[in-house]
C-alpha cells in the first residue's frame, strides 16, 4: 500500500476507485481491515496523545477523509490521489454489497437513529443484509455482548458510529476478535442518512 506519512502517520495515497478495490478484495479473502478515514480531530489526537498516534499506527488502511489531510500530504511534497470521505466510502462500499450480497452490521448512534438508518440502507441497497444493529451508547461493561452479537451476525462490514475518540480505539482493540473484513469508524453519517 502507497501511503506517505503525516505527522507520523502513514495515509494511503489511493483515491477512491482503488481503496474500494481494495477492500473488495479484503471481503473476498476475509482479510480483517481496520479503516480510518483520518480528519483534522484524529490527527490532532495523534499529535497530542502518543497512545492515540500508536493505535492509529495499527490500523490497515488510512485514508485521507478531507482536504486538510490532503493539503498537509500536497504539502510535505507528497501527495495523495484525492479525499476519501467516509461517508462517500461508506456508500461505495454498500454498492458493492449490493452486487456481491455482503451482510453489514452497524454500531452506533441513538437506538432510533440506528433503526432508521438499518431500514434506509436495506431500501437503497436490497442486495445487502443487514445483519444487525445496535445503538452505540453502551459502557466497556458491554464490550463483550456487543462483540458476541458481531461476531454471531459474522457481517462483511462493521461500520461503527461513535464519537472519534471512541470508535477508533474501540475497533483497533477489539478487532483480532471481531475480525471483519472492513471494519470502520463513520462518526456521524448514520445521522445524515437516517435524517
Ligand atoms: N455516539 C454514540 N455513542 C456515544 C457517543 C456518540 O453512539 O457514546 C454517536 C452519536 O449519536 C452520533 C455519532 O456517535 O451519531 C457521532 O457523535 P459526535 O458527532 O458527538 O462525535 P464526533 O464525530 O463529533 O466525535
Known amino acids: 500500500i502507497p501511503t506517505v506519512s503525516v505527522f507520523g502517520v502513514p495515509v494511503c495515497k489511493w483515491g477512491m476507485k482503488d481503496t474500494v478495490a481494495h477492500l473488495t478484495n479484503a471481503v473476498a479473502?476475509?482479510?480483517?481491515?481496520?479503516v480510518i478515514t483520518a480528519n483534522p480531530i484524529m490527527m490532532m489526537a495523534a499529535?497530542?496523545?502518543?497512545?492515540?498516534?500508536?493505535?492509529?499506527?495499527t490500523a490497515e488502511?488510512?485514508?485521507?477523509?478531507?482536504?486538510?489531510?490532503?493539503?498537509?500530504?500536497?504539502?510535505?511534497?507528497?501527495?495523495?490521489?484525492?479525499r476519501v470521505p467516509?461517508?462517500?466510502?461508506?456508500?461505495?462500499?454498500?454498492?458493492?454489497?449490493e452486487?456481491?450480497?455482503?451482510?453489514?452490521?452497524?454500531?452506533?448512534?441513538?437506538?432510533d437513529v440506528v433503526k432508521e438508518t438499518a431500514r434506509r440502507l436495506a431500501l437503497?441497497?436490497?442486495?445487502?443484509?443487514i445483519a444487525g444493529y445496535r445503538d452505540g451508547y453502551f459502557g466497556p461493561d458491554q464490550d463483550q455482548e456487543v462483540i458476541d452479537e458481531i461476531v454471531k451476525a459474522a457481517p462483511d462490514l462493521l461500520f461503527v458510529a461513535r464519537g472519534a475518540d471512541t470508535q477508533e480505539?474501540?475497533?483497533?482493540?477489539?478487532?483480532?476478535?471481531?475480525?471483519?473484513?472492513?471494519?470502520?469508524?463513520?462518526g456521524g453519517s448514520f445521522d445524515v442518512i437516517s435524517g
Do not use: C, F
Not at 480505539?169 to 463513520?186: H, N, Q, S
Open 86 to 97: 467516509g461517508y462517500e466510502l461508506l456508500h461505495e462500499l454498500m454498492k458493492q454489497g
Open 124 to 129: 437503497q441497497y436490497p442486495g445487502t443484509t
Open 47 to 57: 499529535i497530542e496523545n502518543p497512545e492515540y498516534k500508536a493505535m492509529m499506527q
Open 29 to 34: 479473502d476475509k482479510a480483517p481491515h481496520h
Open 61 to 82: 488502511l488510512i485514508v485521507a477523509d478531507g482536504t486538510g489531510l490532503v493539503w498537509a500530504a500536497q504539502k510535505g511534497g507528497d501527495p495523495v490521489a484525492e
Open 169 to 186: 480505539p474501540w475497533i483497533a482493540k477489539y478487532k483480532d476478535v471481531l475480525r471483519v473484513p472492513v471494519m470502520m469508524g463513520v
Open 99 to 111: 452486487r456481491r450480497g455482503w451482510k453489514v452490521y452497524l454500531l452506533g448512534s441513538a437506538p
